[in-house]
């Protein structure tokens, strides 16, 4: 009988999470846990905007340093081909399947993610800055679009008007 159900589960493939719970709730569950390494690590810090910056968008840096180069938006994996050297990646999220990109890229920025996020580790080990929490950030900045990021205090800014697309 365990055979048959883990042959069944297999067949249908593995959902996004383990539980009758959406992402939003899930993740409620895991910020209420107050493990500290759950909510830094995984979760991240919320983006804490400097109205004397200057900067377009704001987002909390966890690989340091600061980079220029062409916005690359990158939707899913499928997309990945369309990466050029020097490009700034932006997504909502990267998975290990997008690794071999990193040594083409000047930088990263994410929607969502925290110190132990996968941008995060990939994008120290390659020595690239990474931005994670940028809200939205797939919505706000277009591909072609030049950039300057600065992970060290958590900046971006547009070099191209919004809506430009190189």
């Known amino acids: 009988e365990r055979r048959s159900a883990w042959e069944s589960w297999c067949a249908r493939g593995n959902p996004l999470l383990i539980s009758p719970l959406t992402m939003e709730e899930a993740a409620a569950k895991l910020v209420a846990s107050k493990d500290p390494v759950i909510v830094k690590g995984v979760m991240g810090n919320i983006p804490r905007p400097d ?10 840096g966890t690989s340091p340093g600061v980079a220029e180069g062409v916005a690359r938006v990158i939707l899913d994996e499928s997309q990945l081909d369309q990466v050029r050297p020097g490009d700034i990646l932006v997504a909502a999220a990267t998975s290990p399947g997008w690794s071999y990109v990193f040594s083409y890229l000047s930088g990263v920025i994410v ?4 110190s132990l996020s996968h941008p995060s580790v990939v994008g120290r080990e390659y020595g690239i ?5 940028v809200f939205d950030a ?6 072609g679009q030049r950039l300057r990021i600065d992970a060290n205090r958590g900046h971006i ?10």
């Open 111 to 114: 929607e969502q993610g925290g």
């Open 51 to 60: 109205p004397d910056a200057g900067a377009d968008l704001f987002g909390v």
């Open 138 to 143: 797939t919505k706000k900045i277009r591909t």
């Open 157 to 166: 800014f547009f070099l191209d008007p919004p809506g430009h697309t190189g």
């Open 129 to 133: 800055p990474v931005l994670v929490n």
